[in-house]
């Protein structure tokens, strides 16, 4: 049964109007022990029916181990939006809601190049010497969330230096205990440092200034 009623496919239809080049959603799932795999997986079928340039890879989570380790995926549901190269965006959860808004902007800066990030900050990520991940928490229901999620994707599709992860907390528990996620959005550093709430540019930058 699709996800997208038809009048979400018409809106995401019209949004995605302006792509140039192709984009892959690459979805790992499995069949058992996956709560949202299965919902995942038709929300991308119904999103992928929008516009051609749009295609959808499944990869079983637990025997296809070779594109499990070639894409860096620890957890499932997992989405990893693939334009011409590997940017290191990845979606862990579906992103339903408001998320779902995010996965559209990724969509759109992959397929066609054009990013929002200021000088200043291209400027900072040209000097990056060290790698850094970036792991977002939300909600679907959090309307701060996708701008915090667009920011981080942003700076790894700018920098190969960069990873950037939309992590759902309701479905990774324990991640949000290793984490200590009290609210969202949670942006967290290289593991051990962190920014609270939907943060300006410059303010991410800082403190990833001070997680290097």
Not at 110 to 115: A, E, L, R, W, Y
């Amino acid at each position: 049964m699709p996800i997208l009623n038809e009048a979400v496919l018409a809106d995401t239809k019209k949004a995605l109007q302006n792509m140039k080049k192709e984009v892959r959603l690459i979805l790992f799932t499995q069949a058992f022990e996956c709560n949202y795999c299965a919902e995942t997986h038709q929300l991308l079928e119904d999103l992928i029916s929008v516009n051609k340039l749009l295609k959808l890879e499944v990869h079983n989570f637990e025997s296809d181990k070779d594109a499990v380790k070639s894409y860096g995926i620890d957890k499932i549901p997992a989405i990893a939006v693939i334009g011409e190269k590997d940017y290191g965006i990845r979606f862990y959860g579906m992103p339903a809601g408001y998320e779902f808004s995010s996965l559209l902007s990724a969509i759109l800066m992959v397929s066609t190049g054009i990013h929002h990030l200021s000088d200043n900050a291209a400027a900072f990520l040209n000097t990056l010497q060290k790698d850094i991940h970036l792991q977002v928490f939300v909600t679907p229901t959090c309307p701060y969330c996708p701008q915090a999620v667009i920011l981080a994707q942003q700076m790894a599709f700018y920098s190969d230096r960069i990873k950037a992860d939309m992590v759902e907390v309701s479905e990774f528990p324990h991640l949000v205990q290793k984490y200590s996620v009290q609210g969202v959005p949670r942006t967290t550093i290289n593991e051990k440092w962190y920014q609270e709430g939907a943060a300006p540019e410059q303010m991410l930058i800082a403190k990833i200034k001070e997680a290097l």
